[in-house]
DNA sequence: GCTTGACATGCAACCGATTGCATTACATCC
DNA sequence: GGATGTAATGCAATCGGTTGCATGTCAAGC
């Protein structure tokens, strides 16, 4: 191996190696090692030698050599579907931090929605952390379950049976957000659809249809995928085509997008239509403020990472699912159906 | 080593390694590992036959283990100052995908604007990356310039002399906003200033004042610390209370917070009082829309990764400072300056 | 028929740590 | 004073690959 050509250290000093602290300081590179990661085994004043040569040469344990020889590098992976969507950053914030404080570095993997992208994440990642966390997988359940054979994983809003997961319940929330578009006189209501294979979607979904139901009220879906503010707001267009006179939607981004799309058509938000989001990552900021379905994803993150800790020490191989809870957030988008539209 | 007891291969099957794919194909392990690296070496039947037996037992070469004889190991690292800044997921996005592209993956760490934290990061991230971005960095230069010494580093919003750096040159769009404000009527107006260690935030200043001395407008500063939409807000009151006719925010959040105070108390935007924005993240999310600097922060997160990609290759070690420029994107928060209200 | 060289493969050292098992030195106890 | 125990340290194997150099094989060239 030429060092001093290749990419490693080619930069002014290369880096010392226990060897050479151990020559200087006139011990083994056994005590060198020792001195880093078991000083109770060494005597004070050895640790105390072997410290300040090390100091002195500027010398760091070579976490990749270690890794090697323990099997532990202390590299977790967090894969998300969208960076960019404003569900994930508290998110990834609230991970990161809690593998922060376990001494833990964090990779991040963007999927941008596509299972073979994740998978190719996953590939990379797999042989260099000692644990996962997927977020919004959209990788089929057998994939899953083969890397979850290989190393301790935990899903976020994925319900995989024998594997550690944590679901964000947006079901209750949702269901109060019927109740509530009920409660204004709303008869006829829009979802408006996120992506068919997300587990989220599906549960959202079918909790406006149940709880609908139970109320009878009448609900149509709209799709908005994928979704982002543009679906969004092209799904106005369809939405107020359609009659109703309130609309669920996916999430807050959709929501948003709609809101957008609305206010395009002269369609005023709640006087004559009401909208009403999901997760309450956008908080306060939309215009009307939104109702949402909050839903506490930062909390996801780090409960995540917990988990994947107490996986990766051994602990609580039983099985896990997590349930977070969510509730309504009522704010300014929404307001009692207009007389003259009302349907039925 | 208990490989069985520790953390590394608990999980069901431990990981076939290079000798037993040997073993299995009657090769030795040197043709396994060149089977993978360069296979032109081998004669295609070889090559077939160990690969053939690889996959059926599933072997992939060990990172961990290649890094530490190579040197290479395919890691970046990549650290912001607040991942939930809507500044930052487009950059990260576009900073993940070109790496994705070069095969590489990527650490990602959030110092929460924290000096201390960014520092312990970046001890932990350095001994196994092969390279570092720093996207506005709050570290000392010094610190920086150790660094930078070890590993390609590209630092983002952050200009220090000798190390490759990528700057959003907003001056330019900052002018321009100025010049709208003038055209529009206004003499008066605030700067909502972010972070006292920013870069963005001292060009941004500058850029402001110088252009304001030029066209003769009075220019007060009022802080948002930290930048975020809720210190935003609570820079409406004493905003008003200097009776500026317009505001340019230090960006986008700062602006969309000081719309909603603005709202707050009752004061009409853009009617009577105009609002510019900066870095053009939040797009035409914001009510009223929202007038802002537009900075192409995605491409500065490819362009920075493509750059340490190049250093890490041994190439252009010169002195690089590339500058992505800005321009003024005018929406519907600004307005002509209201009449009864002009200052001086 | 023997040299020559290209090609394919193996040997063994090496990357930089960790760690089970000696070994050594010294204090303690009978 | 010798057996015994304990604390501090060293030896050497090991983790799982990569790679410079040596070796062996075979065909072409003279």
């Known amino acids: 191996m030429k060092r001093d050509s290749d990419g490693r250290e080619r ?7 226990i060897s050479q602290v151990a020559k200087v300081s006139g011990v083994s590179r056994a005590t060198v090692s020792r001195a880093f990661t078991r000083p109770e085994m060494l005597s ?12 002195k040469l500027g010398y760091v344990p070579n976490q990749v050599a270690r890794a090697l020889s323990t ?3 202390g590299n977790v992976a967090l894969i998300v579907s969208d960076v960019a969507n404003p569900f994930f950053p508290p998110l990834i914030r609230a991970a990161q931090l809690h593998a922060d404080r376990a001494g833990l570095c964090v990779f991040l993997g963007n999927s941008d929605e596509d299972p073979a992208r994740e998978e190719l994440l996953l590939g990379r990642f ?15 359940e057998a994939q899953i379950r083969i890397y979850a054979a290989r190393r301790p994983l935990v899903l976020i809003n994925r319900d995989i049976e024998g594997i550690t997961r944590v679901l964000i319940d947006t079901a ?10 009920a409660e204004l006189g709303h008869r006829h209501i829009a979802y408006v659809s996120g992506p068919t294979t997300s587990w989220s979607n599906q549960q959202r979904r079918n909790a406006v249809r149940k709880e609908a139901a139970k109320r009878g009220l009448k609900v149509i879906a709209i799709p908005a995928r994928p ?7 092209l799904a106005a267009v369809p939405i107020v085509a359609s009659g109703v006179t309130a609309a669920i939607a996916f999430d807050d981004l959709v929501a948003q997008g709609l809101l957008a799309g609305l206010a395009a058509l002269d369609v005023d938000v709640p006087r004559s239509f009401s909208v009403v989001g999901c997760d309450d990552v956008l ?10 379905v909050s839903a506490r994803c930062a909390d996801a993150g780090d409960v995540a990472v917990g988990l994947l800790l107490s996986q990766m020490n051994g602990g609580a ?18 307001g009692p159906a207009p007389a003259k539209r009302k349907s039925r």
């Open 283 to 292: 908080g306060e900021t939309t215009y009307p403020q939104l109702t949402t």
């Open 44 to 55: 004070e004043g050895t640790v105390r030698r072997v410290k300040a040569v090390a100091d």
């Open 227 to 233: 979704p982002s503010y543009d679906t969004g707001r």
């Open 126 to 140: 797999i042989g260099q952390v000692e644990g996962l966390v997927l977020a919004s997988s959209r990788l089929d």
């Open 71 to 73: 099997g532990r590098h």
């Open 317 to 334: 191989s039983g099985e896990i699912r997590h349930k977070l809870n969510s509730h309504l957030v009522v704010r300014a988008s929404t």
């Open 172 to 181: 209750p929330g949702v269901a109060a957000a019927i109740a509530h578009l």
């Open 11 to 17: 930069r002014l000093e290369i880096a010392p190696t």
